[in-house]
Every structure is written in structure tokens, then in C-alpha cells.
């Protein structure tokens, strides 16, 4: 069962700003850094955010990430048809004692 | 760069025990968590559990009484056994790393495991 909450979907045109969110609670995002992964269908899931808003090497500018109480977002500026994908947050849950995701975002590029 | 590349069973029947294997090829067993994760077909990432070199777990809770994760240093494999499977066990598996600031990277390719009698 997922424990974080994400919107379905999100859609833009190119050039467009897309921000998802992740709405969790005090034993998870309220107490724990948030991760985000990006899934482009047919291949495993691969590192998009770190630590609420690290870019991994390689990953565009165009994403960042932030946090604030018990929700974090997602942002991708300037929009591309690459960036068609399934988007994961992430965090630890002290309460759970386990590892959990959000319901995850499926972003299109009209 | 740490790549993982994992095998096992694809099909199995209910009742029968999952057993699929991850090898770490490029990198050092210490410092990190290896763990599972699994994603049913159109849904989302369920995570499974992970273990360090020392042998300290962590898992699921509502996995944990038929969950086995295990680690082969001298072969360099992190290996999972999932007991009694069921249909709601059908999913796409995935071996990962877990590095000290809870990163899950990288992953590995996925294997479907199917169970259907």
C-alpha cells in the first residue's frame, strides 16, 4: 500500500512547467528527506531527486525538487518529450519502520 | 560504477517459494543497504526490504513472515526468497542499492515473476 500521496497525472504542452506533488505525514516526509525516481515505462525506475532537492549527476536543471512539512513537490521546467515518464517520491517512515512510496505520477507532454 | 544484474524463476505455481538472485558487479558490499523492491503489473513500487553486509535487515511488515533476503559477499550476490506465493505476488522485481542518505540507486533490470497455476 502506498503511504505517500501523488496526483495520477499531470500533463504540458513543450516549454511548459509541470510541479507534482507527495503529501505525507510526521513519521515520513515530516521526519525524513524525500527521494523522487523517474520510470519510463518498460525500464526500471532510475534516480531523478535526492535529499529533497539534489540533482544526481546528469540529471537537466530543468528538475528540482523541494520539501516543506509533510509534503514535497517535483518541478520540471521548460518541458520535454523525453521527460514522458512515471514519477515516484520516496521517503523512510519512522512509524512503518520500512521504506515507502508515493502513488506515483504519470506525466504526458501534449 | 556499481551495476546489478539479476536472474531467477519467472513463472511459478501458487504455494511455491520465489527465489531470484542479484549480482553486484563494480562496487564494495560495504557501506550500503541491498534490498528488493517490486512493482505488479500498471501499479506502483512496493518496497520488499534490504540488508547490509553485517546482516542486519529491515523489511516489510506485511512481507516479513515470508521474506529471506541474504547476502554472498564472497560472490558478491544479495539473493531473495519469497515463500507461499500467491497471484497478488505476480510483480516485476527489482534488486537496488541503498546508499547512507536512503538513495535507491542503482537498480536493477527487473525480472517478472508470474504465479499462476
Known amino acids: 500500500q502506498s503511504v505517500l500521496t501523488q496526483p495520477p497525472s499531470a500533463s504540458g504542452t513543450p516549454g511548459q512547467k509541470v510541479t507534482i506533488s507527495c503529501s505525507g505525514s510526521s513519521s515520513n516526509i515530516g521526519s525524513n528527506t524525500v527521494n523522487w525516481y523517474q520510470q519510463v515505462p518498460g525500464t526500471a525506475p532510475k534516480l531523478l531527486m535526492y535529499t529533497n532537492n539534489q540533482r544526481p549527476s546528469g540529471v537537466p536543471d530543468r528538475f528540482s525538487g523541494s520539501k516543506s512539512g509533510t509534503s514535497a513537490s517535483l518541478a520540471i521546467s521548460g518541458l520535454q518529450s523525453e521527460d514522458e515518464a512515471d514519477y515516484y517520491c520516496a521517503a523512510w517512515d519512522d512509524s512503518l519502520n520500512g521504506r515507502v512510496f508515493g502513488t506515483g505520477t504519470k506525466v504526458t507532454v501534449l | ?117
Not at chain 2, 47 to 76: C, F, Q
Not at chain 2, 94 to 112: A, D, K, M, N, S
Open chain 2, 1 to 117: 560504477q556499481v551495476q546489478l544484474q539479476q536472474w531467477g524463476a519467472g513463472l511459478l505455481k501458487p504455494s511455491e517459494t520465489l527465489s531470484l538472485t542479484c549480482g553486484v558487479y563494480g562496487g564494495s558490499f560495504s557501506g550500503y543497504y541491498w534490498g528488493w523492491i517490486r512493482q505488479p503489473p500498471g501499479k506502483g513500487l512496493e518496497w520488499i526490504g534490504e540488508m547490509d553486509h553485517a546482516g542486519n535487515t529491515k523489511y516489510n511488515a506485511s512481507l516479513k513472515s515470508r521474506v529471506t533476503i541474504s547476502i554472498n559477499t564472497s560472490k558478491n550476490q544479495v539473493s531473495l526468497k519469497l515463500s507461499s506465493v500467491s497471484a497478488a505476488d505476480t510483480a516485476v522485481y527489482y534488486c537496488t542499492r541503498v546508499t547512507p542518505f536512503e538513495v535507491i540507486h542503482p537498480w536493477g533490470q527487473g525480472t517478472l515473476v508470474t504465479v499462476s497455476s
